[in-house]
């Protein structure tokens, strides 16, 4: 997006600056992403969903066929983790470089920076709504209602997941412009936090000397609601509640630290 149209979307009747203000700039930012993304892409949309479903295809061979698993409907469970996991994962990498990368419009247009990784995790929770058509399928196939809890769990469940993720994208996209690590680091720390979250297992698995350090991974009570709603048609009140008090952590954190730095991103880009 140029800075002319930064310009056309800027509000006029006031200096100060708000991201409510700039609504219309967070979505058409985000839609300038799922554009750019599926541009010239024959099969559209459905390649976001290719890779956890294919994830999903070889976790289900190693721990049913091989590993010979008793975990029942382990498919719509491995799909509930994977697509939960795979909007906290693409966000977070992507929001690590979500500044640098509009490093152009920071420099030459002024507007509230952290409309960015708002538009960016605009885009990803898009990608996630739309594979619920793919998770409603298999609840189809094996006999799970969509009734009024499922509804109300994905009600409250998106936002819980949006508010967490928006949190730490706005302390990890700040912190990366200054200490260019942290892009490695988040990239490492993502990947052992796949097999030490629910994703792939229930937590009734885990042993008990570690399941009570299970509890405090924040992606475990998300997961496990997401499973309570999808997999079990129930709304899971104490982990819903769990999954706003680590948004309200995550978002107070982010906020101060993003404040905190925002104020040389142009220096550092």
């Known amino acids: 997006m140029s800075s002319s149209e930064i310009a056309v979307l800027r509000p006029k009747r006031s200096t100060r600056f708000s991201t409510w203000h700039y609504f219309d700039l967070v979505i058409t930012l985000a839609h300038k992403e799922v554009k750019v993304r599926y541009k010239n892409n024959v099969l559209g949309y459905l390649w976001s969903l290719a890779n956890p479903l294919a994830s999903a295809l070889v976790f289900y061979f190693a721990m049913q066929v091989v590993f010979k698993s008793s975990i029942p409907n382990y498919p719509l469970f491995l799909i509930i983790g994977l697509f939960a996991w795979q909007w906290f994962n693409n966000y977070l990498i992507g929001a690590c470089s979500v500044f640098l990368a509009n490093g152009s419009l920071i420099k030459k247009s002024v507007f509230p920076r952290s409309v960015l990784p708002i538009a960016l995790n605009i885009q990803d929770a898009f990608h996630f709504v739309m594979s619920l058509p793919i998770t409603f399928c298999f609840m189809y196939f094996y006999h799970i209602p969509i009734g009024s809890s499922v509804i109300v769990g994905v009600l409250l469940l998106i936002p819980a997941q949006f508010l967490f993720l928006l949190g730490i994208g706005l302390a990890a996209s ?53 499973r309570g709603v999808l997999l079990k048609n129930e709304v899971q009140w104490g982990n819903i509640e769990l999954c706003y008090i680590y948004a309200a952590i995550a978002l107070v954190i982010g906020s101060l630290i993003y404040r905190k730095l925002s104020p040389g991103f142009a220096e550092v880009i």
């Open 174 to 226: 700040s912190i990366n412009l200054f200490f260019r690590d942290m892009e490695r680091i988040i990239a490492i720390v993502l990947s052992m936090m796949m097999y030490l979250s629910p994703v792939l297992f229930p937590i009734e698995k885990v042993p008990a000397p570690y399941n009570h350090w299970m509890s405090f991974n924040p992606m475990t009570p998300l997961i496990e609601a997401w």
